[in-house]
């Protein structure tokens, strides 16, 4: 089936160590996201990316990483730089940017990280 | 500068009434987009519906029912006789597109409790 694996849905890291968060896409969309969640709070966006081998800092960026080596993949990597990582993650994927209609976002399940 | 305005943080209904989600939001673009999502308990933003901004035309599916004003910046969703499984967080966002690339931009959602 089409859609979007994130994985591991729950990851435990250590103060002090680089995580990182697989998303894989097989629904051929150019454009991915990351997104954080924290309660009581909306989507803040992290890293997007447009194209393979090109993606821009969203609202958010500060102590994270991202590659797009491949159209279907896009991994966040949490370093130890971000100072409160403990939060629920989610990519997304979405056919293409811009244009005057825009284009639906779709979503993974999301990935909790939680700080020991 | 985008803003999502879902001034209703929690909601709780006895099934089989009808419940309206409010959504307000702010752009200067006069070209853009208005999405509503939901994410039960699992996670996974679900998508629902989008709007483009030059299609005013109210929609219904099935107990689902939104209503778009532009006047008033809204664009509020109803749920007729809701069900528990109707029970999650609903976000209402904003999509707008700059220089080839779409942002969005989520409301801090509404939590719908319904209570059978």
């Known amino acids: 089936d089409g859609g979007i694996t994130q994985s591991p849905k729950y990851l435990f890291r250590k103060e002090g160590q680089n995580v990182t968060l697989s998303c894989e896409q097989n629904?051929?969309?150019?454009?991915m996201y990351w997104y954080r969640q924290d309660p009581g709070q909306g989507l803040r966006l992290i890293y997007y990316?447009?194209?393979?081998?090109?993606?821009q800092k969203g609202d958010i960026a500060e102590g994270y990483s991202v590659s797009r080596e491949k159209k279907e993949s896009f991994p966040l990597t949490v370093t130890s730089a971000q100072k409160n990582p403990t939060a629920f993650y989610l990519c997304?994927?979405?056919?293409?940017?811009?244009?005057?209609?825009?284009?639906?976002?779709?979503f993974g399940e999301g990935s909790w990280l939680t700080v020991v | 500068a985008q803003k999502v305005t879902q001034a209703q943080t929690e909601i709780s209904v006895v099934e089989k009434e009808d419940v309206t989600l409010d959504c307000v939001y702010e752009?200067?673009?006069?070209?853009?987009?208005l999405f509503w999502y939901k994410q039960p308990p699992s996670g996974e933003l679900v998508f629902l519906i989008r709007?483009?901004?030059?299609?005013?035309q109210n929609e219904i599916s099935g107990r689902y029912s939104w209503n778009f004003q532009k006047s008033t910046s809204s664009f509020n969703f109803t749920i007729t006789a809701s069900q528990v499984v109707d029970s999650a967080v609903y976000f209402c966002?904003?999509?707008?597109?700059?220089?080839?690339?779409?942002?969005?931009?989520f409301g801090i959602g509404t939590k719908l409790q319904v209570i059978p």
């Open positions: 997304a994927s979405s056919p293409r940017t811009g244009g005057r209609s825009g284009n639906t976002i779709y």
């Open positions: 629904l051929n969309h150019d454009a």
């Open positions: 990316s447009q194209i393979v081998n090109d993606f």
């Open positions: 752009t200067r673009d006069t070209t853009y987009y």
């Open positions: 709007r483009n901004s030059f299609d005013e």
């Open positions: 966002a904003l999509g707008t597109s700059s220089g080839g690339y779409q942002k969005v931009t």
